[in-house]
């Protein structure tokens, strides 16, 4: 099922946004006044569903699932997840259509936030093409120099890669660890017996730091050293644990290699704070401007003068 901050997405950018700017070259001839984009929904394609009067097209599916974070794109294909996205278009077509009908499309304030929105929206995508993807094509050349300045950052912690099996009773952990003892597959113990929600997955836990477990549990985890070593009975608020160690990794520094994708994200932070406000007057200084009201002038001048004496102190 989709979230409901995807279902937002979905409403507000799909359809509002991305949906809306589309109206045809005669219309924008046509307008007087500020260009406000279209909220109609795009043509194109086969008509695959209507709300009222209005035909919504195979394109205005095909934007909202363009629409849909990285996180969904495997789902772009999946029947379900495009039923739910053309049931939310028809939706908000409906909302759409009622609004229209109130009026609000004319409101000013309703106008005001429109172009707002949109030159926001035209800011943002200015910022992406002259600084974001710049920075996204960063190699290792950068990115290794970056990683040594900063390695106290990447410090890793002792953690341990374990299995367990939960049980309710002393008495049952007791007979499960002797099998154990004389050869059992802890794997198969754990699927059958363990009560955790572990269970399906042979009891395994991945990586955890000490600090991610309860104290019994991460003493008795952290005191095992050899891939294979089982602990005893473990009691905690749980129940009582049997532990198994499939690997034991000491605090160390990272590697650039481990770590890469975190550093280029890092970097990535780093560099756009520090290039927004240089990207930002290098716009200004291509638009030159000038305060023309005189209230306004001296406390312009006195802002701007602030602004310099921050930038030249960063």
């Known amino acids: 099922m989709l979230t409901m901050n995807v279902r937002v997405l979905v409403l507000a950018a799909a359809v509002l946004t991305a949906a809306g700017?589309?109206?045809?070259?005669?219309?924008?001839?046509?307008?007087?006044?500020?260009?406000?984009?279209s909220l109609e929904l795009p043509s194109g394609g086969k008509i695959i569903a209507k709300v009222g009067d209005k035909e919504?097209?195979?394109?205005?599916?095909?934007?909202a699932l363009a629409s849909l974070p990285p996180t969904m794109a495997a789902q772009v294909d999946n029947p379900m997840v495009k039923a739910q996205l053309l049931d939310q278009l028809m939706t908000m077509e409906a909302i759409f259509q009622e609004a229209k009908a109130k009026g609000l499309d004319l409101d000013p304030t309703i106008q005001r936030q429109m172009r707002r929105a949109a030159r926001s929206a035209m800011a943002q995508a200015l910022?992406?093409?002259?600084?974001?993807?710049?920075?996204e094509a960063t190699g290792d050349d950068e990115l290794k120099p970056w990683f040594e300045q900063h390695a106290d950052?990447?410090?890793?912690?002792?953690?341990?890669?374990?299995?367990?099996i939960l049980v309710t009773t002393a008495g049952e952990a007791k007979i499960i660890l002797a099998r154990l003892k004389k050869g059992a597959d802890f794997v198969e113990e754990a699927k059958t017996h363990s009560t955790g929600p572990s269970a399906p997955q042979g009891g395994d836990l991945?990586?955890?730091?000490?600090?991610?477990?309860?104290?019994e549990f991460a003493d008795a985890a952290f005191a095992l050293k050899n891939p294979g070593d089982l602990s005893g009975v473990v009691k905690s608020q749980f129940g009582y644990h049997i532990i198994r160690l499939e690997e034991h990794v000491?605090?160390?520094?990272?590697?650039?290699?481990?770590?890469?994708?975190?550093?280029?994200?890092?970097?990535?932070?780093?560099?756009?704070?520090?290039?927004?406000?240089t990207w930002?007057?290098?716009?200004?200084?291509?638009?030159?401007?000038?305060?023309?009201?005189?209230?306004?002038?001296?406390?312009?001048?006195?802002?701007?003068?602030?602004q310099s004496?921050?930038?030249q102190a960063q």
């Open 250 to 277: 000491e605090a160390h520094q990272a590697s650039f290699e481990e770590v890469r994708d975190k550093v280029k994200q890092d970097f990535i932070q780093s560099e756009q704070n520090r290039r927004t406000q």
């Open 206 to 215: 991945g990586f955890f730091t000490h600090d991610q477990m309860v104290p």
């Open 153 to 164: 950052r990447y410090n890793e912690p002792e953690k341990v890669h374990a299995r367990h």
């Open 127 to 135: 910022f992406e093409q002259d600084v974001r993807k710049s920075l």
């Open 56 to 63: 919504i097209s195979e394109q205005a599916l095909t934007d």
């Open 309 to 311: 004496a921050e930038d």
């Open 21 to 37: 700017c589309s109206s045809t070259p005669s219309e924008q001839k046509a307008a007087t006044g500020p260009t406000l984009p």
């Open 280 to 306: 930002m007057q290098s716009v200004r200084d291509a638009h030159p401007s000038v305060v023309l009201d005189e209230s306004l002038k001296a406390a312009a001048d006195q802002h701007s003068a602030q």
